[in-house]
């Protein structure tokens, strides 16, 4: 009983490090830094994705009066020249706004701040930042997406020290892994692509989406597994791989490679 509670917990607490890594390492986790202006710390943080119905806005707070900025941006794939629009100020914030796009358009921007002395600050310091837009996910859809894909992860990785250790509930604990996966990739998981992107799956054979791809290359490998348990319940080795392949996937940076609009093949 103790080690069966004990691999049922260290399976949340590697799902729990797997999600917070995927997602404070994708392209579209906030870009964050700091610098100083005439010896004031000023701190910032670049948005790297939009869901809302409107323009993006960036604000970075700097109390000193004397300075003032301005943002250089284009759409992002596109052979779009850079524009400049000034940044705006609001007691002792400035604010950046960035164009709405349509859900998967992306802008690459830059912000540059001036001050009184002719000092040039460039946000962030070496290169421009991409933000991607995407449409509004409703809740209802949304937890119960990210419940299920959590907790299958939670369930294949619980597969895994079962397959190694205990060996009895391979079988049963990878069917559990391979519903709670359908569930909340294959079923779900398009319906929130088509809140977000306006299509149900950009993964192959359709598109790149690695979102996607990640999924379906999990479920391959879960069905595997449960047809060799199937035909022989002492054969751990699919289930022990398709753990492991589940954990190499989440190891992917969340939207690397995700859905975008090319803008280098629409015309202005």
């Known amino acids: 009983m103790a080690k069966n509670i004990l691999f049922w917990v260290l399976s949340l607490l590697i799902m729990l490090g797997l999600a917070i890594y995927q997602r404070t390492t994708g392209p579209t986790y906030p870009k964050t830094g700091s610098f100083k202006i005439e010896g004031q710390k000023i701190k910032y943080k670049l948005i790297r994705s939009w869901g809302e119905n409107s323009d993006a806005v960036v604000k970075i707070v700097v109390p000193n009066a004397n300075v003032s900025g301005f943002m250089k941006f284009r759409r992002h794939p596109s052979y779009d020249d850079w524009s400049s629009k000034e940044l705006i100020r609001s007691k002792d914030t400035l604010i950046a706004v960035i164009p709405q796009q349509p859900p998967a358009g992306k802008i690459m921007y830059q912000i540059f701040l001036n001050d009184d002395k002719g000092n040039e ?3 962030p310091p070496d ?4 933000i991607r837009f995407k449409g509004s996910v ?3 859809v949304l937890i119960p997406h990210i419940f299920f894909m959590f907790f299958s992860m939670v369930f294949g990785i619980r597969v895994f020290f079962e397959a190694l250790v205990q060996k009895k509930d391979v079988y049963k604990l ?7 996966l359908f569930i909340g990739g294959a079923i779900l998981g398009p319906i929130v692509q088509h809140y977000a992107f306006g299509v149900y799956w950009s993964g192959w054979p359709f598109g790149h989406d690695l979102t996607d ?14 047809w060799r348990l199937k035909k022989n319940p002492t054969d751990y080795k699919w289930a022990i791989i398709a753990s492991i392949i589940m954990v190499a996937v989440y190891l ?3 939207s690397v490679l995700g859905s975008e609009i090319d803008y280098t093949k629409i015309p202005k």
């Open 121 to 123: 600050y460039k946000i």
């Open 127 to 130: 290169k421009p930042v991409i």
């Open 138 to 140: 409703p809740d209802f």
């Open 174 to 180: 990878s069917i559990w892994t391979f519903v709670l």
């Open 213 to 226: 791809n990640k999924t379906l290359i999990s479920l391959i490998f879960w069905l595997i597994a449960i």
């Open 252 to 254: 992917i940076p969340h």
